[in-house]
């Protein structure tokens, strides 16, 4: 029985194909394998139970973007406190480290709120803090206001 669920996602943006519009076939096939691509990134996720209540996530993202590669690895846990309630941290090495911390509760059948706060180290002697909260609506199945 496997336990843990993997994912894997690769993702291109930018793509540059205005020029595969030719009027010779020999042509439109040789550009058609030589699209430039701005940006790429490939990532793969591990998602496995600790306990009922707790859940581990690693994530590996590999970036490439203008030419400049970059890497990070995230480790985040979550812990449910009830159906309606969970929390969760995470930390997030790359560039520099950076310590989150997102909770979610569910207030009413439509009313829920979801905040998350996040501490980053950008350069060796300098925090950034950030914080913010939603406060969302589901009018129906699948409508949310937010």
Do not use: M
Not at 76 to 103: K, Q, Y
Request: neutral net charge.
């Amino acid at each position: 029985k496997q336990w843990y669920q993997r994912r894997v996602a690769i993702t291109a943006g930018e793509l540059d194909a205005s020029g595969l519009c030719y009027s010779n076939r020999d042509t439109y096939i040789t550009e058609l394998f030589n699209i430039p691509i701005n940006s790429f990134s490939i990532s793969q996720s591990v998602d496995a139970p600790l306990t009922e209540s707790n859940r581990a996530t690693v994530i590996c993202t590999a970036i490439n973007s203008d030419d400049i590669s970059t890497g990070l690895i995230q480790t985040n846990v979550r812990h449910t406190i009830s159906n309606d309630t969970w929390l969760e941290s995470g930390l997030t090495l790359g560039h520099g480290a950076t310590f989150a911390l997102t909770g979610y509760r569910k207030l009413t059948k439509y009313l829920w709120c979801h905040f998350r706060s996040q501490c980053s180290r950008i350069e060796r002697d300098y925090l950034q803090y950030s914080a913010g909260a939603t406060l969302g609506s589901n009018i129906g199945e699948n409508t949310v206001i937010k």
